[in-house]
């Protein structure tokens, strides 16, 4: 099992299998845009495999296939087969935009990719191309729909939160309701200097709005490592909600989780500038044992939590050096 030295385990693999993404979110990518890594800067199909299963040898138990956006690297679905060829009991994960999600919903099925989480910070058609850059509002919407017909899928919406946000707590509340999904609100983090959606917006401010639509009470019991989790009682029916707070409520001493690089770079901590190569090691060819103790020293190496003080009203510094999109969220 993987502990470091503050004796947290970590079971939770976060894997980026591509910078590139089809959005453009001027709170995710800096106002200048980024480069995109070079095909051979990227991990391939086996070597994605290779080193899950490497991780799943040392006590990882989920997987959670990201970007960028992971839909769009060429062979995704490879990847996912192979490493629920590997692995048959991992439980495999998929954070998306949803632009292509529902062309790739049969596959899932298919691989039991049960987990979905789709980002979609407004319910505004206009203001989402505003937010992305891009007209995609009505393929998100139907993909969503299209998931939600299954009943196989467990989706969650995830959205950042801004000023803005609050003008559509009504509107969120009434879509989660009609479709059985989880919302997700997320204080928003300082990767770009762009002040898109204005000051940073605690989460209380958000609780404060919601306990007058209803009914809200806190539900511990289902709590993530990150998610304070919430139900709201509205027009008779039951919406789960879950407000994640890494700025205002940090929630380092329970972290979990681990961070694969497209270019194949270990990141033991979202906030931190610190990474280790693993893709150099392994296409040199060294033998497995030795990958395994680079992991180990890494971890133990990880810090008790990130330093960011970003808990007021007033903004917070873009301090993050790579945009989202290359670090994989």
């Not at 906030?271 to 020293?297: C, F, N, Q, T, W």
């Amino acid at each position: 099992m993987l502990h470091d030295s503050f004796l947290r385990k970590h079971n939770y693999l976060r894997v980026s299998i591509t910078d590139k993404c089809n959005l453009r979110c001027r709170y995710c990518m800096p106002p200048g845009g980024v480069d995109w890594l070079d095909h051979d800067e990227v991990l391939r199909n086996e070597e994605f495999s290779g080193l899950i299963s490497l991780f799943v040898s040392m006590g990882v138990g989920k997987i959670r296939f990201t970007g960028g956006e992971p839909l769009i690297r060429k062979g995704f679905i490879d990847i996912v087969e192979q490493v629920r060829a590997n692995s048959p009991d991992l439980e495999l994960c998929l954070t998306t935009n949803g632009v292509l999600l529902e062309n790739y919903l049969p596959e899932l099925h298919r691989l039991g990719l049960k987990n979905i989480n789709i980002s979609l910070d407004t319910l505004s058609a206009g203001r989402y191309a505003d937010i992305t850059t891009v007209d995609a509002y009505g393929r998100v919407i139907r993909a969503i729909d299209r998931a939600s017909s299954y009943g196989f899928f467990s989706i969650k919406i995830n959205a950042v939160l801004f000023e803005e946000t609050l003008d559509e707590i009504d509107a969120f509340l009434d879509f989660a309701a009609e479709r059985n999904v989880i919302l997700r609100f997320i204080e928003r983090m300082p990767f770009t200097e762009d002040g898109l959606g204005g000051s940073f917006l605690p989460a209380n401010r958000l609780v404060s709005v919601l306990e007058t639509r209803g009914k809200l009470e806190r539900d511990e019991s289902i709590d993530t490592n990150v998610a304070m989790m919430y139900r709201i009682s509205r027009g008779g029916r039951v919406i789960k909600l879950g407000i994640i707070p890494p700025m205002t409520h940090k929630f380092c001493h329970k972290c979990n989780r681990l961070r694969l690089t497209s270019n194949g770079r270990l990141k033991t901590c979202l906030y931190s500038s610190d990474d280790v190569d693993l893709m150099g090691p392994l296409r040199k060819g060294v033998d497995s044992s030795e990958v395994i103790a680079l992991i180990r020293k890494a971890l133990m190496e990880k810090k008790p939590g990130h330093s960011i003080d970003c808990c007021n009203e007033g903004g917070c510094q873009a301090i993050i050096s790579h945009s989202m999109s290359r670090i994989g969220g």
